[in-house]
């Protein structure tokens, strides 16, 4: 089992982002139906902690394996902030299968309607967020005879499309199409054969 080491609250951070989000899921929570498991007393981790330990662990990298954000919600600016009380590695694994992501689906649609750009007034933040692109690579299955498309062996060939699109402009800024490289990966029909 891999150590984790101890995190301090001074290598954390994004402490008032996570107040905003607790503030307006909390609102979003009132319209949303509780799971019959949350009167239970024996709960200790609750929709808005869960929610948000795991927004916590987006904004602070260091928390990545959950076993490092359970050891962090020992800390007493956590508990404060993110969590109310720890959470235990069991509470959070349920948790899981326990809360649907419904309310925060709603949550995030009605703050991206908040962000539109013909409404943003602060034009330093439109300048900001104007080369906003996700990305996504594809992988697809090619010919047996196109070459370099040599995946894992000569039945296995795929390319990998990575494509830009602007989270703004609502459209596809830029498409490359690379050689899959793959190193010390078993075969998993399933990648090359869902498309």
Same mark, same amino acid.
């Given at each position: 089992? =891999?150590?984790? *080491? $101890?995190?301090? !609250?001074?290598?954390? /951070?994004?402490?008032?982002?996570?107040?905003?989000? @607790? =503030?307006?899921? *909390? $609102?979003?929570? !009132?319209?949303?139906? /509780?799971?019959?498991?949350?009167?239970?007393?024996? @709960? =200790?981790?609750?929709?808005?902690?869960?929610?948000?330990?795991?927004?916590?662990?987006?904004?602070?990298?260091?928390?990545?394996?959950?076993?490092?954000?359970?050891?962090?919600?020992?800390?007493?600016?956590?508990?404060?902030?993110?969590?109310?009380?720890?959470?235990?590695?069991?509470?959070?694994?349920?948790?899981?299968?326990?809360?649907?992501?419904?309310?925060?689906?709603?949550?995030?649609?009605?703050?991206?309607?908040?962000?539109?750009?013909?409404?943003?007034?602060?034009?330093?933040?439109?300048?900001?967020a104007k080369d906003l692109v996700a990305v996504d690579g594809s992988l697809f299955q090619t010919l047996t005879r196109v070459l370099w498309a040599d995946w894992l062996d000569e039945n296995h060939k795929a390319a990998k499309l990575h494509l830009g699109f602007s989270l703004l402009k609502e459209k596809a800024v830029n498409?490359?199409?690379?050689?899959?490289?793959?190193?010390?990966?078993?075969?998993?029909?399933?990648?090359?054969?869902?498309?």
């Open positions: 089992m =891999k150590k984790i *080491t $101890k995190t301090e !609250e001074r290598n954390l /951070k994004r402490w008032c982002l996570i107040q905003e989000f @607790r =503030k307006s899921l *909390t $609102k979003e929570l !009132e319209h949303h139906p /509780k799971h019959p498991s949350e009167d239970d007393p024996r @709960r =200790k981790l609750h929709y808005l902690d869960y929610a948000s330990a795991i927004l916590f662990t987006l904004f602070n990298p260091v928390l990545k394996p959950m076993r490092g954000l359970c050891a962090a919600s020992e800390l007493k600016k956590v508990q404060e902030h993110v969590t109310f009380s720890k959470i235990s590695l069991g509470s959070f694994s349920e948790a899981q299968h326990v809360f649907d992501a419904d309310a925060l689906q709603k949550l995030v649609q009605k703050l991206t309607a908040k962000v539109q750009p013909d409404k943003l007034q602060n034009r330093s933040l439109l300048a900001a498409a490359v199409i690379t050689a899959v490289i793959v190193v010390n990966v078993k075969p998993c029909s399933k990648w090359y054969n869902q498309v």
